[in-house]
């Protein structure tokens, strides 16, 4: 048996500069890891077969994992097949990238376990077609996403503060949510700049996700919830993708632990990520 974690991910900030002909969206965002995980089981099968903790979830070609696992057999063809049992922890249309991160790792995974030595940039032309933000997962590292979001620059952007992350327990639309955004072809401050040059606590006035707006101003529990983070004693808060997570970056443990157990009190689904975080993205053999 193979073991390994799939890492959820937050936006810090986000703009979107065009809507494209194809009807996708030229953007530029920050990318970095927070603690949420899903925790993958691979051991070699007949056929492949996915399970999955969460019922609700569908494990056939609308799953990423699922398509992830096909366009390797398609495009590298598998020597062997696996069954994939997975511990869903990472809330689905949260605007966390759980989905992308498990199509990523399974890449990996299988990249791993064939022994066909394939580079990041291999693994993520392989995914081009599943996802845009597909490629800063199998790169593994915080950096800034321009284009689609599918082209990546590393960058040391992970915050050095406590990230608390509270998915209000309803889904975003990704669609919905671009439709309603005006693109704005030249903010005002790059997302690059701001990350690279300002000091946390200017974040608060510089730092915006385009998205945010048109999403409160359908499901007004976000824009309560990231209030409310502000109130707990947040240095940044703010919407995470398109929704419908919200997270708020803290500068003292004492005060990210209380706003993290008033919010866990109210039921609400939260990770708390400490300062620096960096995820382990190791592949594990484990004896059974």
């Known amino acids: 048996m193979w073991i390994a974690n799939s890492y959820a991910k937050i936006n810090l900030g986000l703009h979107v ?5 194809t009807g996708y969206h030229s953007i530029e965002t920050g990318f970095c890891f927070i603690e949420w995980n899903d925790r993958f089981e691979v051991n070699e099968s007949n056929s492949y077969d996915l399970t999955l903790s969460n019922p609700s979830i569908p494990i ?10 096909n366009a390797f057999d398609r495009y590298i063809g598998l020597t062997n097949h696996y069954s994939f049992n997975v511990k869903k922890n990472i809330p689905a249309g949260a605007g966390l990238g759980g989905g992308s991160s498990n199509a990523a790792l399974t890449l990996r995974i299988l ?3 064939e022994k066909t030595g394939l580079s990041s940039d291999e693994l993520i032309d392989l995914s081009r077609d599943l996802g845009a933000d597909i490629p800063f997962f199998v790169k593994g590292k915080p950096g800034l996403g321009t284009g689609l979001g599918n082209e990546i620059e590393p960058m040391d952007i992970q915050p050095d ?3 608390l992350t509270v998915y209000p327990d309803f889904e975003s639309s990704t669609a919905e949510a671009y439709q309603q955004c005006e693109p704005n072809p030249n903010p005002e401050f790059s997302i690059k700049r ?3 040059e300002e000091e946390l606590e200017e974040w608060r006035y510089l730092l915006q996700n385009d998205l945010e707006p048109p999403v409160i101003a359908r499901n007004h529990l976000i ?3 990231k209030d409310q983070l502000y109130d707990f004693g947040a240095a940044y808060s703010a919407m ?9 970056i803290f500068e003292q443990d004492f005060v990210a632990i209380q706003a ?10 939260t990770n708390l990520t400490k300062p620096g975080f960096t995820p382990d993205h190791g592949i594990y053999l484990k004896e059974v």
């Open 260 to 269: 993290y157990e008033s919010f866990h009190k109210l039921g609400f689904a």
């Open 194 to 196: 701001i990350l690279t």
């Open 161 to 163: 503060g406590w990230i």
């Open 240 to 248: 995470s993708g398109s929704g419908s997570s919200v997270f708020g």
């Open 60 to 69: 056939d070609e609308r799953n990423l994992i699922t398509q992830a696992y």
């Open 223 to 225: 824009g309560n919830i």
């Open 17 to 21: 500069l065009e809507r494209l002909p």
């Open 111 to 113: 990249n791993k376990l």
